[in-house]
């Protein structure tokens, strides 16, 4: 394989600047332009936050390369007066040859060792493989009609792409190529979160992982000393040296194979990578963990339910009874007080995919914007899980009630099958949209009245009463017209009534009166 297509220079990022014009740029444009960049503009989700953590290790590299150790002070300035663009250049310049997309020896994020393999030199798959929307093997996806013996083509610059998200986000399983199975990529059913800025370059200012006293201990894959060979492939599964390493781990072995004009790609050589062991105590930087039924569990994005009612995950927990927030949060919280911006507002995005027996279930990108505070006042933080878990009780509540007026209007209401039609009819329902809907959008009013504590609670039961009663009103129109409807939806309404009773504003002496 001829050396080819060098992501210094090609255009394959695609970012969005200031003015809102969309581009592709190499790596040395885009850290030239980081200041005039507001961010990149990926769409695909595992893609979107793959490339972030390339340019975070790029640049954390280059920064312990020129600077050496560096602190909050540095960072600081950095995310005043801009990135040291002839740093990162210099860095970029100095491992120019381990950026080749195709390469003899060092192709750019693969294995090349797949090439002369005799589990592997004369097996290809199709490019699909490594897009986790597409249609592989056995597992279809929903407009995705292309077929493996008959692989389209994609563009090296797409293909870059696909490989990185995948190398993240990649579920683990069946491999049988070097070895029969492989463990899960560093994000596998993970919403990641990144706190972001308002040019790139402050984005990688505020989720920059600090620099370690030895900072070559901790180096990405294409720092490493040799190219990985078979006998990596084949070994046990490792601990991340470090966020760098996560970030840019080969948790599968790929080898794109160009077409004739060095431009496209249809197939591509495969095996099992480079296992990553994961250590309790050393998570990912970017993921947040909530409590679940048996302990801490990675935060993803469950059906029909969007993130913000797991708001608390992302908020610190000293006592680690109910949330370990991602240390990229720690990092940016740190660098607005360094800024003297604790009083600021923290834009973050989350995102990522969750997946289901290697079968893609769903992506998502939200984004919350959180005020500092939540962040280091742990009082603060109690009163904003208090009212989530309100909320949340309310609707149980609701359930409750709903389903057992459903189960009333139809036959043999007592029967367990009933209730479990009627529970699914409710589920399936709008109430749960319409509620959770109404709420979210009095939840950025919730959060600035915490931030300038006031009188949360109030405005929070008002949002709650404004929320429950077109959900109500959504269980209802599910009765139907009939008599037994009509009868079932009377026989309900006062434990309604009395479940939303603690949220009315009480009644006073002058409105009794009148």
């Not at 990022?13 to 444009?29: H, K, T």
């Not at 083509?153 to 993240?168: D, E």
């Not at 984005?203 to 000393?225: F, G, K, N, R, V």
């Not at 209802?476 to 939303?500: F, K, T, V």
Request: proline share 7%.
């Amino acid at each position: 394989m001829l050396k080819a297509f060098n992501l210094l220079d090609e255009p394959w990022l695609p970012v969005r600047y200031a003015d809102g014009r969309i581009a592709e740029v190499g790596l040395l444009q885009l850290f030239a332009d980081a200041g005039q960049i507001v961010a990149l503009a990926e769409t695909s989700p595992p893609g979107l936050i793959a490339l972030y953590r390339v340019l975070l290790a790029i640049t954390h590299r280059a920064l312990a390369r020129e600077h050496g150790e560096w602190g909050k002070s540095d960072l600081a300035r950095w995310h005043a007066k801009g990135l040291p663009v002839e740093a990162l250049h210099a860095y970029l310049e100095h491992w120019r040859e381990r950026f080749y997309l195709f390469h003899p020896d060092w192709p750019f994020m693969q294995v090349a060792a797949l090439a002369e393999a005799e589990e592997t030199r004369h097996k290809s798959k199709p490019w699909t493989q490594i897009s986790l929307a597409s249609s592989s093997g056995n597992a279809p996806v929903l407009f995705d009609h292309s077929v493996d013996t008959h692989p389209s083509q994609i563009t090296a610059t797409q293909a870059v792409r696909h490989l990185l998200g995948f190398l993240q986000f990649t579920p683990g399983g069946l491999v049988k190529t070097v070895r029969d199975s492989d463990k899960a990529g560093p994000l596998a059913n993970t919403a990641a979160a990144l706190p972001m800025g308002d040019t790139l370059a402050r984005t990688l200012c505020l989720a920059l992982h600090p620099c370690s006293i030895e900072p070559d201990t901790d180096l990405p894959a294409w720092e490493q000393p040799t190219p990985p060979s078979l006998a990596n492939l084949r070994a046990e599964p490792t601990l991340a040296t470090g966020a760098n390493d996560r970030y840019t781990r080969l948790s599968r072995a790929v080898l794109l194979l160009p077409e004739d004009d060095g431009q496209h790609i249809s197939q591509l050589r495969f095996a099992a990578g480079c296992a990553l062991a994961e250590d309790d105590h050393a998570p990912d930087p970017m993921a947040n963990y909530r409590m679940g039924s048996n302990g801490l569990v990675r935060l993803n994005f469950s059906e029909g339910r969007a993130i913000w009612r797991d708001l608390s995950a992302l908020l610190p927990d000293p006592s680690g009874k109910h949330a370990k927030p991602a240390g990229v949060l720690g990092y940016a919280h740190r660098l607005l007080g360094a800024l003297g911006q604790a009083d600021s507002w923290l834009p973050v995005m989350v995102l990522g995919l969750t997946s289901d027996q290697a079968k893609l279930v769903r992506w998502r990108v939200d984004n919350v914007a959180l005020p500092t505070c939540l962040l280091e006042q742990e009082d603060v933080v109690e009163l904003l899980r208090a009212a989530l878990r309100d909320s949340e009780a309310l609707f149980v509540g609701l359930r409750q009630i709903a389903t057992s007026m459903l189960a009333e209007s139809m036959p043999d209401p007592k029967h367990k099958d009933t209730r479990a039609r009627a529970r699914a009819m409710f589920d399936n329902g709008a109430s749960a949209a319409t509620y959770f809907a109404h709420l979210e959008r009095r939840l950025p009013a919730l959060l600035a009245c915490l931030a300038q504590t006031g009188d949360h609670h109030t405005l929070w039961q008002a949002a709650q009463l404004h929320a429950i009663a077109p959900a109500w009103q959504a269980a209802c129109r599910q009765l139907g017209e009939g008599a037994r409807a009509i009868r079932a939806c009377a026989q309900h309404e006062p434990r309604y009534l009395g479940l939303i009773k603690p949220l009315l504003p009480p009644v006073t002496k002058e409105a009794t009166h009148v």
